[in-house]
């Protein structure tokens, strides 16, 4: 469920931007478990002085999306009030054929921490127009199969994200700033200029990036340490580049391990909603 | 999707009140085509001043009605913002073994057109109480095998629901003032010392009575007009009361036969989501 003035902002982004983000955020947490996507139920509270063209945009912006996932828009309900836009869209998904679905419990000590693509400054663009990680985790799941031990999607921030695994999976993820290093987006340093926060921090934090932090298992791992690596599927017809950035061990919550070898904890500071 | 000021009002309503009626509008929409409701993904935006026990009390609610339906809260999204409170349930049902879903569309001319239950008044307390009809949805399919039409629920209003049936089927419904009198409820009187309107319009219009709308072939009905009737299951083990309110013809849109043997256009007015 995306909500306006917290997920989108309706005075700024098109509706076919927001419907797009909303689709793609759904999408994204079928990747986050390797599943396939197979039908959408679309439902949103329009605010009452939107047109017809405004709330048809909505879909617009979603259909080009479910139409490359082969994933089916098959209803829903549609409703108006005096307050902000909500837009929410339902996905039923169910396992590709010989897969199971990846859990985010599965991590173990020894395990490797790793994630897809860069990190940090989504909101200039990228939590907007980010393809969601379907295939990806297809390719990783069958590249690693049977060494894939857990995965979610970065939606919340890799702080909040992977102390959850952590939590889930009831051991200790060591972050490597070695690692990390390798993943701050242009974007994260982007704004870290504009204003007091590092670029690490942009990208252990902001959030909205939607991609895959997994674990591997110990023997899965080409890299003796934290590093960029590659995985090709067994048909050989994808390779997954991603980078390790840390590692499972005995213990608990989300710890990083900076360039002088000093080990501190990582407060969780993304996105967090919050009921008191 | 329920939103506060539209379907509910969080200044009077319990969470556990309007937990409730979020899963049994979207149970009810499968009683409406005779599925069997199995999952329910639920998914909320609390106003950012709720207090944990107020979320929980939505999902307090909704538990004996999903436990009754033996249908499981498998998941959902929870959000918080500065705007008023959104409830969406998304049902996953499948259909009963041995039964087609029942659609809107298949009213033909000489259709018996029924009811279940009383209309109007709703707002008065059914709309938060009702008993979604599913079970006497399966009941109405297998006691009328084959000559069960078409099917709806009567939320929006038996005048919008009927209208957009014989708009999806391309045919007119003839409702009957002396059917339509054995259903308007002791709420709808009630109703009408308050207002201007009579009874009858709120039986029409009021909306949100959860009833079943449903179409029968000619040869389904044991009356030859306007009156109550009961059908009883195969297996003999339950009776559904219903109620002939009209009968379908050639044409299209919806129509009323008065007292005195007038017959005028019905105006569907009962609750829209309006879009510029």
Redesign the interface.
């Known amino acids: 469920?995306l909500?306006?003035?917290?997920d989108f902002d309706a005075r700024i982004h098109t509706p076919q931007q927001i419907g797009r983000k909303a689709l793609a955020v759904s999408l994204s947490d079928c990747a986050a478990m390797a599943v396939r996507p197979r039908w959408v139920?679309v439902?949103?509270?329009?605010p009452?002085?939107?047109?017809?063209e405004q709330?048809q945009g909505l879909y617009l912006g979603m259909e080009p999306l479910a139409e490359a996932h082969c994933c089916r828009i098959i209803g829903g309900?549609?409703?108006?009030?005096?307050?902000?836009l909500?837009i929410?869209t339902?996905v039923?998904a169910e396992p590709w054929p010989g897969l199971e679905p990846v859990r985010r419990g599965g991590v173990r000590p020894g395990d490797w921490i790793c994630v897809t693509g860069v990190l940090g400054g989504s909101l200039a663009g990228h939590h907007l127009e980010f393809e969601p990680a379907v295939a990806t985790a297809f390719n990783l799941a069958t590249g690693f199969k049977g060494r894939l031990k857990a995965m979610m999607d970065i939606s919340d921030g890799l702080s909040i994200d992977a102390a959850r695994m952590a939590r889930a999976s009831a051991c200790t993820i060591q972050l490597e700033e070695a690692g990390l290093g390798l993943v701050v987006s242009d974007a994260a340093i982007a704004a870290s200029r504009a204003d007091h926060r590092t670029p690490l921090e942009h990208a252990l934090h902001d959030g909205e990036d939607f991609e895959l932090l997994f674990a591997l298992a110990p023997e899965a791992a080409t890299a003796l340490g934290p590093g960029q690596a590659a995985v090709t599927t067994p048909a050989g017809n994808a390779v997954v580049a991603y980078t390790v950035i840390g590692r499972a061990e005995k213990g608990e919550g989300l710890w990083l391990l900076d360039m002088s070898g000093h080990r501190r904890r990582i407060e969780p500071a993304g996105w967090q909603?919050?009921?008191?």
């Open positions: 469920m909500m306006d003035g917290v139920s439902t949103v509270a329009l009452d002085n939107w047109s017809i709330a309900d549609t409703n108006s009030w005096s307050q902000g909500v929410e339902c039923v909603h919050f009921v008191k």
